[in-house]
């Protein structure tokens, strides 16, 4: 069925370093692919997102990467942060005329200080 | 602009009774989305309503829950009777030109 896949399901980092969350999804015709993060006890919230008409955004220290071919998508966080300590979801329209996300499972991401 | 307001944000319940949770969307948003987030998941579609029409309910389990989107603003989400395994968070989110945008959630809990 239609899904998408999300890669690690949980990653810890020195603060300062880099993190990468990586997802496929499995419709060719998915079109837009956000990216939230959810604190816990709190309610998801986009950070960056990305339409299938362009390869890469970038925003500060954030930056969302796109492989239409390959059918994958990547988060990129630089220079991390504590306060980047958090689960983000990556997430793709799928399906023809469904207008619904679907989600992906999740990476806990851990920043040491 | 107050956002997307979901009530309750706590539920307890016993097993076998009702519940109901109620969301209000952001103003304009045509679209609105009713998930189920799971501890340690991602949410999962439970219904999308277009205006007041239920475009896609194929996720919900329809001999215990139902929604309804009178007037095509406020919705309600009713879970009758509840089940241990219906302990989540429910999300409402609605969208319009500017995204998605996700209510605090109810956390519901079956005892």
Do not use: M
Not at chain 1, 17 to 25: L, N, Q
Not at chain 2, 75 to 85: D, F, R, V, W, Y
């Amino acid at each position: 069925g239609e899904n998408v896949e999300q890669h690690p399901s949980t990653l810890s980092v020195q603060e300062g370093d880099s993190a990468v969350i990586k997802c496929t999804y499995s419709d060719s015709a998915s079109n837009y692919f956000p990216w939230y993060k959810q604190e816990l006890g709190k309610r998801p919230q986009l950070i960056i997102d990305i339409r299938s008409n362009v390869g890469e955004k970038k925003d500060q220290r954030i930056a969302v990467t796109l492989n239409k071919t390959a059918k994958h998508f990547s988060l990129h966080i630089t220079e991390t942060q504590p306060e980047d300590s958090a689960v983000y979801f990556c997430a793709a329209h799928l399906g023809a005329g469904r207008r619904a996300l679907t989600f992906g499972s999740g990476t806990r991401l851990q920043v040491q200080p | 602009e107050a956002g997307v307001v979901q009530s309750p944000r706590y539920k307890i319940i016993e097993k076998k009774q009702p519940v109901a949770f109620w969301c209000n969307p952001i103003s304009g948003h045509n679209t609105l989305y009713w998930y189920r987030q799971n501890l340690g998941q991602g949410p999962e579609l439970l219904i999308r309503y277009e205006n007041e029409e239920a475009v896609d309910d194929s996720q919900l389990p329809k001999d215990r829950f139902s929604a309804e989107r009178l007037k095509g603003v406020d919705s309600t989400l009713k879970i009758q009777p509840a089940e241990l395994g219906d302990s989540a968070v429910y999300l409402c989110a609605s969208s319009g030109a500017g995204g998605y945008t996700f209510g605090s959630g109810t956390r519901l809990t079956v005892v």
